[in-house]
């Protein structure tokens, strides 16, 4: 799962749930969670993943994961990513 997490491209996110799809385990969106929560691993882009429908969900920081995400070009409101449908990975390539 941490492989998936380390494609995702820069201003693009994705979700817990496309996570696991793209690890071959559907439904194991709580899985990634717990997963990313206890690795360790560094240079992963942990705050690209978010959860369904463009929120921002869980993240030991909300500012520094809206931060970061702003720093990659992407409209960030305070509770969720603004253009999800745009930016979510894998997809198409967003428009800008």
């Given amino acids: 799962m941490l492989a998936v997490v380390a494609r995702v491209p820069p201003g ?11 690890a071959g385990r559907p439904g194991a969106a709580r899985a990634v969670g717990n997963i990313m929560a206890r690795s360790g691993r560094p240079g992963l882009p942990y705050h690209r993943v978010i959860a369904a429908g463009g929120a921002l969900g869980g993240y030991s920081d909300l500012a520094l994961k809206r931060a970061l995400l ?4 992407l409209v960030v ?9 745009d930016v979510r990975w894998p997809g198409p390539k967003p428009r800008r």
Avoid: I, K
Wanted: hydrophobic share 45%.
């Fill in 12 to 22: 693009r996110v994705t979700t817990y749930g496309d996570v696991a799809v793209l």
């Fill in 77 to 85: 409101g305070r509770a969720r990513v603004r253009h999800f449908a």
């Fill in 70 to 73: 702003a720093a990659e070009g």
